[in-house]
């Protein structure tokens, strides 16, 4: 190579050398700058009194000054608080507040008599219960908070004697009650129960959308409800005939199943371990023709429906298999 060659080859190497440069400072400043702009959480004040959240009670006094305190609680999982809060006489503010700041219920013991209880859904996080004298006289209170975690299902099993449910335990619950919705029916509370399974026996019909809710429940106070749980049996199609009518080609015959959105169709040549699939999305077909089989050679054949819900999608089981030698 001629020395402008090699000039020219040392410029390009330099220009990319340089590229190179210029990317990796644009993205050192990029990850700074995502650095900068997330928020910093500053710590609780040491002076902040920490409070459990399970039904203890506590007490407090102001001075004849008053003044405020100002208790603090974290949160795992969503769920409801519920105060429960007395004071001997009015002028005694509550508010609840997240960390950052946000207002969640504010109150005062002016409003009413006696205990007040309020109640507010919370999400994992922080909170802040700020307990103000509005008047300049030693007021007394005293408060509960009990917390109502969101109860969640751990598995659920469709089985000969119906379906069987199971969740975790909720935080501060002391039953859970069970609401179920057929189709488009309405929901209906179908079980109160202590424990954390429960078999509901009237859930056995095929081609049904069976849906639940549990709530946990703590004297008169109830959770959220629970993410709806979906479940559906489709019925398993019945593979009525298979038959070669013509060279290369095998035809299945079934009986439809109604409210399913279609069909998978499973074919393999014997001696075969692997199954192939033909995906018929017609709910109301009730035959398809596989073309270009090898002729001469027997095929295994069986079929199932499937229903798609909330593009969740629900197979049936497996017809019978039925075996045909394709002309």
């Not at 990319?16 to 644009?26: M, N, V």
């Not at 500053?42 to 006094?61: H, K, N, R, S």
Request: with cysteine.
């Amino acid at each position: 190579m001629d020395s402008y060659g090699k000039e020219k080859t040392m410029r390009k190497a330099e220009k990319k050398r340089q590229f190179q440069r210029t990317i990796g400072a644009l993205l050192f400043c990029f990850a700074v700058l995502l650095l900068v702009r997330q928020p910093v959480l500053a710590a609780v004040p040491e002076d902040y009194i920490p409070v459990e959240i399970d039904g203890t009670d506590y007490t407090g006094m102001f001075s004849e000054e008053g003044g405020e305190d100002i208790y603090y609680f974290n949160v795992e999982n969503s769920g409801r608080i519920i105060l429960t809060a007395t004071t001997e006489a009015g002028g005694v503010q509550y508010l609840l507040r997240t960390k950052m700041g946000m207002q969640i219920l504010e109150f005062s013991s002016n409003e009413e008599e006696g205990t007040l209880e309020k109640t507010a859904t919370l999400n994992r996080g922080t909170y802040y219960l700020i307990i103000k004298s509005e008047a300049k006289r030693a007021d007394s209170y005293s408060f509960r908070l009990t917390y109502l975690e969101t109860p969640k299902f751990s598995s659920s099993k469709k089985q000969k004697s119906g379906i069987k449910l199971n969740w975790d335990a909720s935080m501060g619950a002391k039953g859970y009650q069970i609401y179920r919705k057929i189709d488009s029916q309405k929901w209906e509370k179908v079980k109160t129960t202590k424990k954390r399974t429960w078999t509901d026996t009237k859930a056995t019909k095929q081609n049904t959308k069976y849906q639940y809710k549990i709530y946990a429940y703590n004297g008169k106070q109830k959770s959220e409800g629970s993410a709806a749980l979906i479940l559906y049996d489709s019925a398993a199609p019945v593979l009525t005939d298979v038959k070669s009518n013509s060279v290369h080609t095998l035809t299945a015959y079934w009986k439809t199943v109604p409210k399913v959105t279609g069909y998978e169709l499973w074919y393999r040549r014997e001696g075969e371990e692997s199954w192939q699939k033909v995906d018929i999305p017609e709910k109301k077909k009730d035959l398809w023709t596989l073309f270009y089989v090898y002729e001469q050679k027997n095929y295994d054949v069986r079929i199932r429906s499937y229903k798609v819900i909330k593009e969740v999608t629900y197979y049936s089981k497996f017809s019978k298999t039925k075996r045909v030698k394709v002309q």
